[in-house]
């Protein structure tokens, strides 16, 4: 079946320094990433959906200069949290989609920001 | 863009009993709908989905409905099981919006022996 591998699972970084998060697509080509955020008790909420060689496309209110999405290539894609503050703190998960496995989360990264 | 509503947010039922979570949706250009089991800490996982072409799928203990002209779809446990405790969530996807998920807010299923 297909695999995500999303590193690292957990980090936590002082105020105002960058961190990167990766998601690798390890048996099939991603031909779509999604970037999404989870707050604590509350649903997954899209932050942006890239493609291999394109600029990521944001949804409303989620800041392209702060969260910078890199998709080099079919099985790799980066979020950057730049700048990041204790708001920031969250659960971060990546999905890859494809025409033939649909959709497959990578296994989540705790960011917690002090 | 697409706006998916569930119901209920927590659900306390006895072991052995029947789950009911429902959603509705917005958009009627949205095609595919896929139940996600999350426990604390993990990635949501897929434990069934249904397509717009069809109106009800099972699989084993758990069955998925869909009434695309009302814009419902259900999520059905039967005998449940402690090991069924979790966060569960719906999703739509429009094919219109990248093919992105849409995902309802989340019920808290809770089992009790």
């Known amino acids: 079946g297909a695999v995500v591998s999303q590193h690292p699972s957990w980090v936590i970084c002082k105020s105002g320094t960058s961190v990167k998060i990766e998601c690798r697509s390890l048996d099939f080509q991603a031909t779509t990433m999604f970037w999404y955020r989870q707050f604590p008790k509350q649903s997954l909420m899209l932050m942006a959906t890239?493609?291999?060689?394109?600029?990521?496309?944001?949804e409303q209110g989620v800041e392209k200069d702060k969260f910078l999405i890199n998709h080099a290539s079919l099985t790799l894609s980066t979020l950057t949290v730049t700048s990041a503050h204790p708001e920031d703190s969250s659960f971060y998960i990546c999905?890859?989609?494809?025409?033939?496995?649909?959709?497959?989360f990578g296994s989540g990264t705790r960011l917690t920001v002090v | 863009g697409e706006n998916v509503e569930q119901h209920p947010s927590t659900l306390s039922v006895q072991e052995g009993d029947s789950a009911v979570i429902k959603c509705t949706y917005s958009d009627s250009a949205s095609n595919y709908f896929p139940w996600y089991k999350q426990e604390l800490g993990k990635r949501p996982q897929l434990i069934i989905d249904?397509?717009?072409?069809?109106g009800e799928k099972k699989d084993q203990r758990i069955a998925v409905t869909l009434n695309k002209t009302a814009k419902h779809f259900s999520l059905h446990i039967t005998e449940t099981q402690p090991e069924d405790s979790a966060v569960y969530f719906c999703?739509?996807?429009?094919?219109?919006?990248?093919?992105?998920?849409?995902f309802g807010t989340g019920t808290q299923l809770k089992v009790e022996l």
């Open positions: 249904i397509r717009s072409n069809v």
């Open positions: 890239s493609n291999e060689g394109s600029k990521a496309t944001y």
């Open positions: 999703a739509a996807r429009t094919t219109g919006g990248g093919n992105k998920l849409t």
């Open positions: 999905s890859a989609t494809d025409d033939l496995y649909g959709y497959t």
